[in-house]
C-alpha cells in the first residue's frame, strides 16, 4: 500500500459522521443471516459494520492490493471466518448464489463520478437476489451557483504562461470542460438557494437530465455550479456532503465551472441544464445567465470536451467502464473504416448516428468524437 492509500483509508475510518450513518442503516437493513456483498471494500469496515448487524457472512470484493490488508484486519478482529474476500472487479464476479444485500461507498461529490450507480446497476442485474436491499438505496441531487473565494485557480491559471513565457490558453479550455472535485469548506460562497434537481436510485446508471433555475440573493463573481448530494441510505438514515450542513461528512463536492466570468447580482437569473451519462462518465451543463430578462452570457461544457482522447484511449476509456455496454471502440473502428477520403465528417457523423444510438449525449459530442479519431489516427 501507498502512503496515499494509507492516507485514504484511515480517513474513511476515522469520519464518525459516515460510520455512524453507516452503522444505523445496515442496523436497520440487514437480517439475521444475510449474505452481504460489500463492493469496493478496501479496508472491509463496511463488511464488519454488516456483521455487527447480524449478517451471517460477507463478500468483500475490492480490485486493488489493499484486498491483502482487508484479510489481515478482519483476521486481527476475529471476522475471517465469516467474511470472503475476492480480489476482481465486481463486474467480473460470479456468484454461487444471490446476495440478500448490497453495501459500497464509491459515491461521488455529484453521486455518478466514483461509480456507485454502475456498479449497483450491475449488481442488481446479476449478483442480488429479487428483493435485495441496497445501502444507499436512493440519492438526491443538488446545485447551487458560487463564488470562490481562491479565484478558481486550477482555470485561470491556464489564462497565462507565468514564468513559461507560453501560450497556455488551450488548457483553460480543458479546464472549462472538467467537473471538478473540489473540498467546498469555507472557500464557496453560495450566490443563491441550492436546488434539487435529480432524485434516482442507487441502482439506476441511465442518464440523468435537469434544469434549474436560480434567482441570485447574493452579489459575487461566478464560479460556477457546486454539486452535492444527499443519500437515503437506509428507512430513517440519511448521508450528505451538502458543505453548509453541519451533519456533513468528509467527501468532496463537484465543481462544474462556467467558461464564461461575470459578476452577479441580486436579481440576476441563472438557468442550467444538466446532462450526466453515468455509463459513459459524461457530464454536460448548459448555463444562461439573465438580467432584466435578457440573457447576457451564455455556455456549453463537457467533460466530453476536456478530456485529452487519443485513438488509443478511445478504444481503451470504455473497456474500463464498470458495466458491459456497446464500446467506443466498435465506432472508432467504423470511423477510420468510413474514412475514405470521399465523405465529409459531417456524412460519417450521419452514417455513425443509427449505430451510435444514445451513447452521446448530441449530436456535437458525436462529432467531436469522429474529428478527435481522425485527428489521433493522422498522427
Given at each position: ?11 474513511y ?10 452503522r444505523?442503516?445496515?442496523a ?8 452481504v ?17 447480524g ?8 480490485a486493488?492490493?489493499i484486498i491483502?490488508?482487508a ?11 465469516r ?11 460470479v456468484?454461487?448464489q ?14 455518478h ?28 441531487l ?27 490558453s488551450?488548457?483553460a ?6 467537473e471538478?472535485?473540489v473540498?467546498a469548506?469555507?472557500?464557496f460562497?453560495?450566490?443563491?438557494p441550492p ?9 439506476d446508471?441511465g442518464?440523468?437530465r435537469?434544469d ?8 459575487g463573481?461566478?464560479?460556477g455550479?457546486l ?5 437515503q ?17 468528509d ?14 447580482a ?32 451564455s455556455a ?8 485529452f ?8 476509456r470504455?473497456d474500463?467502464?464498470?458495466?458491459p455496454?456497446p ?14 477520403g ?9 452514417a ?5 444510438g ?12 469522429v ?9
Amino acid at each position: 500500500m501507498s502512503q496515499s492509500e494509507l492516507d485514504e483509508h484511515l480517513g474513511y475510518l476515522r469520519d464518525e459522521r459516515k460510520l455512524d450513518a453507516y452503522r444505523r442503516a445496515l442496523a436497520e437493513v440487514v437480517r439475521p443471516g444475510d449474505i452481504v456483498l460489500d463492493l469496493g471494500a478496501g479496508s472491509g469496515l463496511l463488511g464488519y459494520l454488516a456483521l455487527e448487524a447480524g449478517a451471517g457472512r460477507v463478500i468483500a470484493v475490492d480490485a486493488g492490493d489493499i484486498i491483502a490488508f482487508a484479510e489481515g484486519l478482519a483476521a486481527a478482529n476475529g471476522y475471517a471466518d465469516r467474511v470472503e474476500h475476492r480480489r476482481k472487479m465486481s463486474t467480473t464476479l460470479v456468484l454461487e448464489q444471490p446476495v440478500d444485500v448490497v453495501v459500497g461507498d464509491q459515491i461521488g461529490g455529484l453521486v455518478h463520478d466514483a461509480g456507485v450507480l454502475g456498479f449497483y446497476a450491475d449488481a442488481k442485474a446479476r449478483l442480488a437476489a429479487p428483493d435485495a436491499r441496497f445501502v444507499p438505496a436512493r440519492f438526491t441531487l443538488h446545485l447551487v451557483p458560487v463564488a470562490d473565494a481562491e479565484g478558481l485557480p486550477m482555470v485561470t491559471g491556464w489564462q497565462d504562461g507565468g514564468a513559461t513565457g507560453l501560450d497556455l490558453s488551450v488548457g483553460a479550455d480543458h479546464a472549462h470542460n472538467t467537473e471538478w472535485r473540489v473540498q467546498a469548506g469555507e472557500r464557496f460562497t453560495p450566490l443563491g438557494p441550492p436546488q434539487q434537481v435529480a432524485a434516482i436510485d442507487a441502482t439506476d446508471d441511465g442518464p440523468i437530465r435537469a434544469d434549474a433555475s436560480v434567482t441570485i440573493d447574493t452579489p459575487g463573481r461566478l464560479a460556477g455550479w457546486l454539486g452535492f448530494f444527499r443519500a437515503q441510505m437506509s428507512p430513517s438514515v440519511t448521508l450528505t456532503n451538502d458543505p453548509w450542513a453541519p451533519e456533513r461528512f468528509d467527501r468532496w463536492c463537484n465543481l462544474l465551472p462556467t467558461a464564461f466570468a461575470a459578476e452577479v447580482a441580486p436579481g440576476d437569473r441563472l438557468d442550467v441544464h444538466l446532462d450526466v451519462r453515468p455509463r459513459l462518465d459524461i457530464t454536460t451543463w448548459d448555463t444562461v445567465l439573465s438580467r432584466d430578462g435578457e440573457a447576457v452570457s451564455s455556455a456549453h461544457q463537457s467533460t466530453f470536451y476536456g478530456t485529452f482522447l487519443t485513438r488509443r484511449s478511445a478504444e481503451r476509456r470504455v473497456d474500463s467502464r464498470p458495466v458491459p455496454t456497446p464500446q467506443h471502440a466498435d465506432l472508432a473502428r467504423e470511423v477510420l473504416h468510413l474514412a475514405d477520403g470521399q465523405r465529409s465528417v459531417q456524412q460519417m457523423v450521419a452514417a455513425l448516428a443509427p449505430a451510435a444510438g444514445d451513447r452521446f449525449v448530441d449530436e456535437r459530442h458525436l462529432r467531436a468524437f469522429v474529428q478527435t479519431v481522425l485527428a489521433a489516427s493522422d498522427g
